[in-house]
């Protein structure tokens, strides 16, 4: 069982910055493509960022020049950090992961999940981020 674990998150103000970091953990042997969703109260929940295994990085047009992924280089940890942040950028934060040969593209070394909910199988709990104006 692989297990989803998100910190940091919190409340504030507009152009402020937050840092969230995750981990995945469960299967030592495996490598996962892992992204961040958001939820706003009362919306679907949306796909904002990933990298590939190769640390090629998308983001969801919303947060592009204000969010950055990264991974730390044993890739055992998934940051997010959020600059400029908005009233709008309120949510609850996910991490996803999924075990690499179930990504939604996947060759051997080479690995990417995308920004799709239903490409994931593992999530964290979820991070409250709320951003006043």
């Known amino acids: 069982q692989v297990r989803v674990e998100e910190f940091g998150g919190g409340s504030v103000q507009s152009g402020g910055s937050l840092r969230l970091s995750c981990t995945a953990s469960?299967?030592?042997?495996?490598?996962?493509?892992m992204a961040w969703f958001r939820q706003p109260q009362g919306m679907q929940r949306e796909g904002i960022a990933t990298?590939?295994?190769?640390?090629?990085?998308t983001y969801r047009d919303a947060v592009k020049g204000r969010f950055t992924i990264s991974q730390d280089d044993a890739k055992s940890t998934l940051y997010l950090q959020m600059d400029s942040l908005k009233p709008d950028d309120t949510a609850l934060y996910y991490c996803?992961?999924?075990?690499?040969?179930?990504?939604?593209?996947?060759?051997?070394?080479?690995?990417?999940?995308?920004?799709?909910?239903?490409?994931?199988?593992?999530w964290g709990q979820g991070l409250q981020v709320t951003v006043s104006s």
């Open positions: 996803a992961a999924q075990s690499a040969p179930r990504c939604a593209y996947y060759n051997g070394g080479y690995f990417y999940g995308g920004l799709l909910e239903r490409d994931y199988s593992y």
């Open positions: 469960g299967d030592t042997k495996s490598s996962y493509c």
């Open positions: 990298l590939d295994s190769r640390g090629t990085t």
